[in-house]
T-cell receptor
Framework: DAGVIQSPRHEVTEMGQEVTLRCKPI?????LFWYRQTMMRGLELLIY????????DSGMPEDRFSAKMPNASFSTLKIQPSEPRDSAVYFC???????????FGPGTRLTVT | AQSVTQLGSHVSVSEGALVLLRCNYS??????LFWYVQYPNQGLQLLLK??????LVKGINGFEAEFKKSETSFHLTKPSAHMSDAAEYFC?????????????FGQGTRLTINP
């Protein structure tokens, strides 16, 4: 298996622009998680899905952030409009209800100028 | 609510020395516990996990961790450090028993290996 795939790996954008991050989970996994990692706040869970349904979005910082999972093999995290404080590494992870661990993608490094 | 405290944001050891990274957890239910490693510019990789079976858990790269309920601890150890162990290590707790519940991560411990 190719593992969790994220794109793009790096994104540089200007404040006010819309940013879309993409994730393809491991085939057969029924959980998908979005995390944000910064030096100041560490690793934060933003939202997670089970069977494509959002279960807990309490970590989403504000309405500028939205996430969707239209099918079992694809999810997006969108920031509109983006702000410099959104600069971080965003990770997607997937897992199976048959196991306990989560498998992380390589991350998307977002820089908002 | 679950929480994890990693004691020491930075740990430095000499090559060949014992590695000890400390993790204490808080959980209202029997916990599932994990250690992940993150190498520079990479995602997190699972090192090992405790899921209520053996209290001494062996993982990849020679690491192991011991679950101590009385101390609410899950410290990570490796008898002899190697230069390639330099990375950031995260302890995490999950509510069991069903799989892939959300994880609560500690703040991480950056391990430096001195030659």
């Amino acid at each position: 298996d190719a593992g969790v795939i994220q794109s793009p790996r790096h994104e540089v954008t200007e404040m006010g622009q819309e940013v879309t991050l993409r994730c393809k989970p491991i085939s057969g996994h029924d959980y998908l998680f979005w995390y944000r990692q910064t030096m100041m706040r560490g690793l934060e869970l933003l939202i997670y899905f089970n069977n494509n349904v959002p279960i807990d979005d309490s970590g989403m910082p504000e309405d500028r952030f939205s996430a969707k999972m239209p099918n079992a093999s694809f999810s997006t995290l969108k920031i509109q409009p983006s702000e410099p404080r959104d600069s971080a590494v965003y990770f997607c992870a997937s897992g199976s209800s048959a196991g306990n661990e989560q498998y992380f993608g390589p991350g998307t490094r977002l820089t908002v100028t | 609510a679950q929480s994890v405290t990693q004691l020491g944001s930075h740990v430095s050891v000499s090559e060949g020395a014992l590695v000890l990274l400390r993790c204490n957890y808080s959980s209202s239910v029997p916990p599932y516990l994990f250690w992940y490693v993150q190498y520079p510019n990479q995602g997190l990789q699972l090192l090992l996990k405790y899921t209520s079976a053996a209290t001494l858990v062996k993982g990849i790269n020679g690491f192991e961790a011991e679950f101590k309920k009385s101390e609410t601890s899950f410290h990570l150890t490796k008898p002899s450090a190697h230069m390639s162990d330099a990375a950031e290590y995260f302890c995490a707790v999950s509510e069991g028993p069903q799989g892939a519940q959300k994880l609560v991560f500690g703040q991480g411990t950056r391990l430096t290996i001195n030659p």
